[in-house]
C-alpha cells in the first residue's frame, strides 16, 4: 500500500476515534448548563481538527513522471542523427513538478466585523497557506546497469531521524544505499519563499482567488553540479512556473490547489552511464501551528492562532481538548500536562519532539491489548497532535506540510561511428536593440581546418565566430565552443540565424531563432511615478523594473544600481528592488538615482535599459478619525455639535534617533459642509481642545431654519481639514488634505441616536504602516 492510502486508512479509523468522543461529550448531563456550555465548544473544536486533518499525507500532495530513459549518442554522430530523423536526438528532460498547497478562494474577502489589522494579519496567513514554503530538488547518480530494477534508496525516515541536509553535501559524496548501494551526491537546488516580497507585491483590494497570492522565491541555492542541459542558463535548471500553475488550475472549480515548478535535467557527463534519481522534498504550509520564537515557549499566548487549512483555533481552545482527554482517560495520565509541555520547552527542540513521542509511543503499546485499544491509541495521537500545534515551531514536522517524490532516470550511452561535423544552437538568443548581439555554440569533432560561417536571413548584418580566450587550442576530435558575434546593432523583431559547419568537403546547416527587444522596461512610466511615490524619509524604496524582454531573459542577467545624491551606487541582482535590499531613504540624502542594466553574456558588457531619479519627499502626515460619536448641545433652535478623537500621526524622518519627529502644525479647518434637511451652518467648525496625540476636539453649531417644520435633525456633515509636518532637521515639509465625515441624528425629545457603522472618514489613499 502506498503511504497516501495507509495516511487514508488510518484518519478513517481517527475519525471514527474522534467521533465517538463526540458522542460521549453529547450524552454528558444536560443539566449542568455551564459543563454543557464548555462541551460545545470542544465539540466544535474537534469537529475542527478533523475536518483539515482528514486531508492526506503529504506525500501524495507533490506529482510527476515516474520514469524515464536516455540515450547519449556519441557527439559525432548528433549530425547524421538529424539526417536521418529531421532533428536532433534530444538528450534533456523537462518535468513538471506539482506541490499541493491550500485552496483559500473562498476566504480572500474581508468578514463582517473584521478590522482591517485582523485582515491584513488573515490576508498574511493565507499567503502562506497558498504557497509552498520551499523546496529542494536533490540529483544522484549510481553506476548501475541493471534492467530489472532500480537499485534501493535510503527512505526519507531514515534521512529524516538522521538529520540529513543535503544542501551541506559535496558533488562526489558517497551516500550509499540501505544495502550499500553505492550512490553518488551529484547536485543540490532549494527554492525558499519569500514571504515578505511576496506580501509586499500583493493588491490587497483585487485579491479573488488563491492564484492572485503569487509567490516570490528568493535567489535560488545551488550545491554541487546541477546537471543543467547544454545552452541553458544555471536558474532556468530549477524554477517556479506561474504559467503551468494557472494551466493547472482550470480544472479546479474554485481557484488553484497546486504550485507548478520546471526541472530541466540533462546528465552532466555525457561519457556515463548509469541511473540518476532526481528526489524532490517540498515543505507547504497546510497545517500553521504556533510560529517560532526567539524567547522563551512560556510566552505563547492563548489567544494565538492555529491554521489547519483556512480554519483558525486558539491555543487556549486546543489546550481545552487537551485537558479533557487526559480528565477523561487514566491512560493518559502518564502523560505530560499539555501546559507543562508547552510552559517547559518539552516538544520545542527536534531531540524534545523526539522524546515526547518515545512517551507516546510507549504509552501505545501499553494500551495496545485493551479492549478499547483502537479508540485510546487514537486519543493518544490527537494528544500528540495538539501538543505539536500549540509547541513553537513544530507543524512542520506534520506530514500534511512534507512530500516527496523521486524521478529514476536510466541513462545510455553509445560508441561513436564515422565523425561528421555537426554544430548545435545552444538557446534560443535573445538580446536588446542597443548591443550588438553575441552568443556561443558548439561544434565537433575539432579537426584544425574546421570552417564556421553565419548569416541573418534576409538582413544585411553579418556573423563572425572567434575561440573563447579559455579555449584557444581545443582537444583533436573533440567538441568545442565558439563565440559568434553580430556585427551591428538590430531593430527589434525576430530574427532567423543560419549557420554552417564545413570539414574537407562535409557540411552541415542549422538555424537558430534570435529575439531582439526594444531596449527599456515595461510601462517606464509608471515605474517611474512609483519611485517617486516610494521615495519618502525613513521607508525603503521596493519597486520593479520588468525589462521588455519580461521573463524570456533570465533575471540573473540584470543588474540595479541605486545611489543616494552622487554616492557611490549601490548593485543589487535582477531588475527588482525589494525591502530585503534595506535601500532607506535616510534624512541627510535629498535625491535617490536607479538604473537598470542588462549584463550581456561571454561580454559581460552592461547594457543600459532604464534610469530614473527622484527627490526623497517628507511622507504627508496621517489624520486619524474613528469612532466620531457627535455630542449635542441645544439652545432654542440652535443645536451645538462637538466631536472628539481626531489624531495626527506624524511621517516617519529617516533618523536614527527615533524620538526626533516631525513637528506637526495644528489641523487647519475650512467650512463645513451639512447635508441636513432644515438647518444650516451657524457657526463654522473650530478646534477647541486636545492635541495631535490624544485627539483634538472640534465644535461647531447649525440652525433650524425659520418656518421649517421638522422634528429631528438628520444628515452628514463634512469638514474640510489639513495639517503640515516639518522635518526635523532638514525642514522639508508636507502636507494632507482631506475631509472628515460623520453623520447626526438629534431629535430634541429623545436626544442622541446613532445608527451603527454611519461615523465614516473619507481619505485619498490607503496610508502606508508607520514605523
Avoid at 474537534?46 to 557527439?75: C, R, W
Avoid at 511615490?533 to 519597486?543: E, F, I, L, P
Amino acid at each position: 500500500m502506498s503511504k497516501g492510502g495507509v495516511a487514508k486508512v488510518y484518519f478513517v479509523l481517527y475519525l471514527a476515534v474522534l467521533l465517538e468522543l463526540l458522542i460521549i461529550i453529547v450524552e454528558r448531563d444536560e443539566a449542568e448548563e455551564h459543563l454543557q456550555k464548555q462541551n460545545n465548544e470542544t465539540m466544535k473544536i474537534v469537529e475542527s481538527i478533523l475536518s483539515q486533518l482528514y486531508s492526506g499525507s503529504g506525500s501524495e500532495s507533490i506529482n510527476t513522471k515516474p520514469q524515464d530513459e536516455i540515450t547519449l549518442p556519441a557527439e559525432a554522430d548528433m549530425a547524421t542523427i538529424k539526417e536521418i530523423f529531421g532533428s536532433e536526438l534530444k538528450t534533456s528532460r523537462e518535468y513538471l513538478i506539482e506541490v499541493g498547497v491550500t485552496d483559500v478562494t473562498l476566504d480572500v474577502k474581508k468578514r463582517e466585523g473584521e478590522t482591517s489589522k485582523e485582515y491584513d494579519e488573515r490576508i498574511a496567513t493565507l499567503l502562506s497557506l497558498a504557497n509552498v514554503e520551499d523546496l529542494e530538488y536533490q540529483i544522484f547518480y549510481i553506476p548501475s546497469q541493471t534492467t530489472d530494477s532500480m537499485p534501493t534508496f535510503q527512505t526519507d525516515e531514515y534521512i529524516r531521524n538522521n538529520d540529513i541536509d543535503f544542501m551541506t553535501f559535496e558533488s562526489g559524496q558517497s551516500f550509499p544505499g540501505p544495502n550499500g548501494e553505492p550512490w553518488q551526491f551529484v547536485g543540490a537546488y532549494k527554492l525558499q519563499f519569500d514571504k515578505d516580497a511576496a506580501y509586499n507585491k500583493l493588491d490587497v483590494a483585487s485579491l479573488q482567488s488563491t492564484l492572485d497570492f503569487e509567490p516570490i522565491y528568493k535567489p535560488v541555492r545551488r550545491v554541487g553540479n546541477g546537471s543543467v542541459p547544454r545552452g541553458m542558463s544555471e536558474d532556468s535548471a530549477f524554477y517556479y512556473s506561474d504559467f503551468r500553475t494557472r494551466e493547472a488550475a482550470k480544472q479546479f472549480t474554485t481557484g488553484a490547489q497546486k504550485r507548478a515548478f520546471i526541472v530541466n535535467f540533462e546528465p552532466s557527463d555525457r561519457s556515463k552511464a548509469g541511473i540518476y534519481k532526481l528526489r524532490f522534498a517540498s515543505q507547504t504550509n497546510r497545517i500553521l501551528g504556533v510560529a517560532s520564537l526567539e524567547g522563551k515557549a512560556s510566552e505563547v499566548s492563548d489567544d494565538a492562532m492555529v491554521n489547519i487549512g483556512t480554519v483558525q483555533l486558539s491555543v487556549r481552545d486546543l489546550k481545552k481538548v487537551a485537558r479533557e482527554l487526559k480528565r477523561r482517560h487514566t491512560q493518559l495520565d502518564a502523560l505530560e500536562d499539555i501546559d507543562a509541555l508547552v510552559a517547559q520547552s518539552k516538544v520545542n527542540t527536534l531531540e524534545a519532539s523526539r522524546k515526547f513521542d518515545a512517551s507516546i509511543e510507549e504509552a501505545m503499546k501499553l494500551v495496545q491489548n485493551e479492549p478499547d485499544a483502537a479508540d485510546l491509541i487514537g486519543k493518544l495521537r490527537l494528544y500528540s497532535y495538539i501538543a505539536k500545534l500549540v509547541s513553537p515551531g513544530q507543524s512542520v514536522n506534520f506530514d500534511q506540510n512534507r512530500g516527496n517524490f523521486d524521478i529514476n532516470i536510466r541513462v545510455q550511452t553509445a560508441k561513436p561511428s564515422t565523425a561528421r561535423p555537426y554544430i548545435s544552437t545552444l538557446t534560443d538568443d535573445r538580446c536588446f536593440t542597443n548591443a550588438k548581439h553575441t552568443f556561443e555554440i558548439e561544434a565537433g569533432p575539432y579537426k584544425g581546418n574546421n570552417r564556421i560561417t553565419g548569416r541573418i536571413l534576409g538582413n544585411s548584418a553579418s556573423v563572425t565566430f572567434a575561440l573563447p580566450p579559455h579555449q584557444l587550442n581545443p582537444e583533436r576530435d573533440k567538441k568545442y565552443t565558439l563565440i559568434g558575434t553580430v556585427n551591428q546593432e538590430l531593430p527589434a523583431g525576430k530574427y532567423i540565424m543560419e549557420y554552417t559547419h564545413e570539414i574537407s568537403g562535409k557540411s552541415e546547416v542549422v538555424y537558430d531563432t534570435l529575439y531582439v527587444y526594444e531596449a527599456g522596461i515595461v510601462d517606464e512610466r509608471r515605474t517611474t511615478d512609483r519611485l517617486a511615490r516610494r521615495a519618502n524619509y525613513g521607508s525603503k524604496v521596493a519597486v520593479e523594473m520588468l525589462p521588455n524582454s519580461q521573463n524570456d531573459i533570465s533575471a540573473s542577467q540584470f543588474k540595479t544600481y541605486v545611489s543616494f545624491d552622487g554616492e557611490t551606487p549601490k548593485s543589487i541582482n535582477g531588475y527588482q528592488i525589494t525591502r530585503d535590499d534595506n535601500i532607506e531613504c535616510l534624512a541627510k540624502n535629498n535625491k535617490i538615482k536607479v538604473n537598470l542594466v542588462w549584463v550581456q553574456p561571454y561580454t559581460y558588457q552592461e547594457i543600459p535599459l532604464y534610469s530614473s531619479e527622484a527627490d526623497i519627499k517628507l511622507e504627508d502626515p496621517a489624520i486619524l478619525a474613528f469612532d466620531l460619536a457627535p455630542k449635542y448641545t441645544q439652545s432654542g433652535n440652535k443645536i451645538k455639535i462637538e466631536i472628539s478623537g481626531v489624531s495626527i500621526l506624524g511621517p516617519s524622518t529617516g533618523l536614527d534617533d527615533k524620538n526626533a519627529k516631525s513637528t506637526l502644525s495644528e489641523p487647519s479647518l475650512r467650512d463645513a459642509n451639512i447635508d441636513i434637511n432644515g438647518y444650516s451652518v451657524t457657526s463654522q467648525p473650530e478646534i477647541v481642545g486636545g492635541d495631535a496625540e490624544t485627539g483634538y476636539m472640534i465644535e461647531m453649531e447649525i440652525t433650524k431654519n425659520s418656518g421649517v417644520n421638522v422634528k429631528s435633525a438628520q444628515g452628514m456633515v463634512t469638514i474640510p481639514i489639513s495639517v503640515t509636518a516639518k522635518h526635523p532637521t532638514n525642514s522639508k515639509t508636507s502636507k494632507m488634505d482631506t475631509e472628515i465625515m460623520f453623520s447626526v441624528d438629534y431629535t430634541p425629545s429623545t436626544g442622541l441616536r446613532i445608527p451603527p457603522g454611519r461615523q465614516q472618514q473619507q481619505t485619498p489613499k490607503r496610508q502606508p504602516p508607520r514605523r
